[in-house]
């Protein structure tokens, strides 16, 4: 049976990425930003803590310790001390309570952050897009519980849970433009929720099923390859550091978590990844963070 080392149990551990500093992930709802030392038995290290959700962060490039972060209702960039910069709280005014969830660099460089309602809503949430200059465009609408999106290495392919749906959709994605192709439908789960992703150097999408205890890969054409079991009921957030695969779990809803829940687990795998892509900030220019729709 696959355990967990270190002795850190998170609410909802998520966010989870294999940077060129090392592994960092989230505490969604505590706000907590942590770094896995090398050492596998060894604690968490709390980089910083916002007041409110941090769904998930991407490096800066060319900005050592700054984070690109999805947090409360909006895109902000984190410094190095803590102090936050927003660049668009899109989602402050919305009619119901919300908050972002998962988020990613592209290998563009653009930052993918999805949003959600507290209670999960039926299609309250978003997806959008940061652009190089702090631009914020909201690109997809209709979704509950955005999860991901992953991307393939060439940052033509970008896959998208809707995690409360049970569906993974796959979307082309323009190398110049970052315009989203017409949805195709990759994967449905129909036992437990599809959440966190990762695309691993073979093109197959690893993917964290919420209430099922397990993690799947499936290869590029939907096929299960595989299934891996793990001794908590609801896995989060994957990433593949080399060929070990980094999976977070979570304690939030359980009336009776298990010693494992809240784990963050390592497991070796056969098939490495690559680190995630930094968001690139064009610093040419004067920064112009707003908020856009993306033209239909």
Same mark, same amino acid.
Request: one cysteine or more; hydrophobic letters at 45%.
């Given at each position: ?16 990425? =294999? ?5 960092? /992930? ?12 090398? @050492? ?26 700054? =984070? ?18 927003? /660049? ?12 972002? $969830? ?30 190089? *200059?702090?631009?914020? !465009? ?8 955005? $999860? ?5 290495? @060439? ?34 789960? *129909?036992?437990?929720?599809? *959440?966190?992703? !990762? ?5 197959? #999408? =690893? ?44 304690? #939030?809803? /359980? ?8 784990? /963050? ?25 707003? !908020? ?5």
């Amino acid at each position: 049976m696959t355990e967990a080392l270190r002795p850190d149990r998170l609410e909802l551990g998520e966010g989870i990425r =294999w940077t060129e500093s090392g592994i960092v /992930l989230v505490d969604i709802l505590a706000g907590r930003l942590l770094t896995a030392p090398d @050492d596998p038995g060894a604690p968490l290290k709390e980089l910083a803590q916002l007041p409110e959700p941090l769904g998930a962060v991407a490096p800066v490039a060319d900005r050592p310790g700054t =984070w690109i972060a999805a947090a409360g209702t909006g895109i902000c960039l984190l410094a190095p001390d803590g102090s936050t910069t927003w /660049l668009a709280r899109p989602e402050a005014a919305a009619a119901l309570p919300m908050r972002m $969830n998962d988020a990613t660099a592209d290998p563009s460089g653009r930052f993918w952050a999805g949003s959600m309602a507290y209670g999960a809503d039926e299609g309250a949430g978003a997806l959008y897009r940061v652009d190089h *200059d702090g631009t914020v !465009v909201r690109v997809l609408d209709g979704i509950t519980v955005p $999860n991901g999106p992953a991307f393939t290495a @060439d940052g033509r392919t970008m896959y998208l849970a809707d995690s409360a749906r049970g569906i993974i959709r796959r979307y082309s994605v323009d190398p110049v433009t970052a315009r989203l192709g017409a949805p195709e439908a990759f994967v449905t789960v *129909d036992e437990g929720s599809p *959440d966190g992703m !990762v695309v691993d150097v073979e093109g197959a #999408v =690893w993917v964290a099923v919420w209430g099922t205890g397990e993690v799947r890969r499936y290869l590029p054409d939907g096929r299960l390859d595989r299934t891996l079991k793990l001794p908590a009921s609801q896995p989060a957030g994957v990433c593949l550091e080399h060929d070990i695969l980094h999976v977070t779990t979570a304690r #939030v809803g /359980l009336s009776a978590p298990g010693v494992h829940d809240g784990a /963050l687990f390592a497991v070796p795998v056969d098939v490495p990844g690559t680190p995630a892509p930094a968001y690139r900030l064009d610093t040419a220019g004067r920064m112009r963070p707003t !908020v856009a729709a993306e033209p239909a």
